[in-house]
């Protein structure tokens, strides 16, 4: 972990109660296959220029308990906001291999407009 920064500035949600899968979308999943509903996740900054449908997550695991990060759909996420990360773990995650985080929460709080604004549409 980069021992110069104790805190970070982030993109924070939660994961979706419920979300539809499987052929026409007719089947529900509680959560996702690796976080449970109700998780509070961590997201890093775009990354492949999708829009923001995918994204880079980091949550505790359903199974495990334990921080992990995954590639997960920005739409099993809800209540965007803008936090500042104190834990030890998400701090190194959140380091290990982003080329560029978030700078200022002024950014963070973009991002999460700009979200907002796309689900309400």
Not at 57 to 85: C, E, P, Q, Y
Request: proline share 4%; glycine share 8%; charged share 20%.
């Amino acid at each position: 972990m980069d021992t110069q920064h104790s805190t970070q500035w982030c993109l924070v949600g939660n994961i979706r109660e419920s979300h539809s899968f499987g052929p026409k979308g007719l089947e529900h999943r509680a959560g996702t296959k690796h976080f449970s509903p109700g998780t509070k996740v961590f997201c890093l900054p775009a990354r492949w220029g999708d829009g923001y449908e995918k994204i880079v997550a980091i949550g505790r695991h359903r199974g495990s308990k334990l921080f992990s990060k995954m590639v997960i759909r920005a739409d099993w996420v809800t209540n965007w906001r803008a936090a500042v990360v104190y834990h030890p773990a998400v701090l190194s995650l959140l380091a290990a291999d982003s080329p560029r985080n978030w700078a200022s929460e002024e950014e963070v709080l973009r991002y999460v407009n700009s979200l907002n604004e796309v689900r309400v549409s």
